[in-house]
């Protein structure tokens, strides 16, 4: 496929320009007078956040000409961006191969796998880190059979959030209040949400406050990275230093305000819920009056995990 089909392809242009939906009035413990919001990211055509990195990081590989002779795309996941990454693959005409950890949600699995991809699962106790090690050992001892994505590196991650979530997120809030965001919320999985974000958040408006999600140990929460234990892989492409305030969500809590936004309409998994918790918190302080975080993906790829079970 030549890169000018491939960037107009349809399912591309359906990628980004989610809605922000204001939140304020399914939690009525907010102070007076603050207002939160979220990017509903599940609208996308693969259902989370990820399509925008992996739209960009796939795009830009074809341009590049890193497929070439038939190379498949290899990266790890926890299961979202293995989602995008096969969708756009089976668009695009890329052979795709995602290295997941084996306790991502079935659902995730099967959409991945549903797509084509080929699934090379690793064993869940190992976590994330273990599942990295092992795409970046696939892509160097087999360097004519794969290229090595490796989103928790590539700069086109970031960059794809820094160009759309991240205004977006200014033109929207703008439209809404007359100002600019006065907190954003996130969490690190690649950090590319959080950085391009971020960054793109911090050229606006300077003071803004920005607090990030800490999961906790294994199980914790899918997607997410603790970064507390010795040994633990920071992604080269976080920014830490935007960080202002780091805060660990148990699952428990995550779950609970997944059931609360369900009541309100909004079906969404549990790193959303997450995020929305300490969106919460960080509004408590009173000091914040438009809180704005991302709801990134849809609760039903979590049906199997027994957190909407009664």
Not at 34 to 55: C, H, M, Q, W, Y
Request: proline share 6%.
């Amino acid at each position: 496929m030549s890169t000018g089909a491939t960037a107009s392809h349809p399912i591309l242009a359906a990628v980004g320009q989610t809605p922000l939906v204001e939140l304020t009035p399914a939690f009525p413990e907010l102070p007076p007078g603050t207002r939160l919001f979220a990017k509903l990211e599940s609208v996308n055509p693969g259902g989370s956040i990820k399509d925008r990195p992996v739209s960009r990081m796939i795009t830009r590989a074809l341009a590049e000409g890193r497929l070439a002779g038939g190379r498949r795309l290899l990266d790890s996941s926890s299961g979202n961006a293995g989602i995008a990454y096969a969708m756009l693959g089976a668009a695009l005409g890329v052979p795709i191969s995602i290295v997941v950890p084996g306790n991502a949600s079935r659902e995730r699995l099967d959409r991945i796998a549903a797509h084509g991809a080929e699934l090379i699962l690793t064993d869940p106790v190992e976590g994330y880190d273990f599942a990295l090690r092992h795409a970046k050992h696939l892509a160097a001892t087999q360097p004519e059979r794969y290229w090595y994505s490796n989103q928790y590196a590539n700069e086109n991650n970031w960059r794809a959030h820094y160009e759309t979530t991240g205004v977006e997120i200014l033109e929207q809030v703008r439209s809404a209040t007359g100002g600019l965001p006065d907190a954003f919320v996130a969490g690190v999985g690649t950090g590319g949400t959080l950085t391009g974000v971020g960054r793109r958040l911090r050229e606006a408006a300077p003071q803004v406050h920005i607090a990030s999600v800490i999961p906790d140990i294994f199980p914790g929460l899918e997607g997410l990275k603790p970064l507390g234990t010795e040994g633990d892989i920071v992604p080269d492409i976080l920014d830490e230093a935007l960080i202002d305030h780091r805060q660990i969500v148990p699952i428990e809590d995550a779950v609970a305000t997944c059931r609360r936004l369900a009541r309100a309409g909004y079906y969404v998994g549990p790193s959303s819920g997450a995020y929305v918790h300490l969106a919460l918190r960080v509004a408590a302080l009173g000091a914040h009056r438009v809180v704005v975080t991302v709801l990134n993906d849809t609760g039903e790829r979590y049906v199997s995990t027994g957190m909407w079970a009664s």
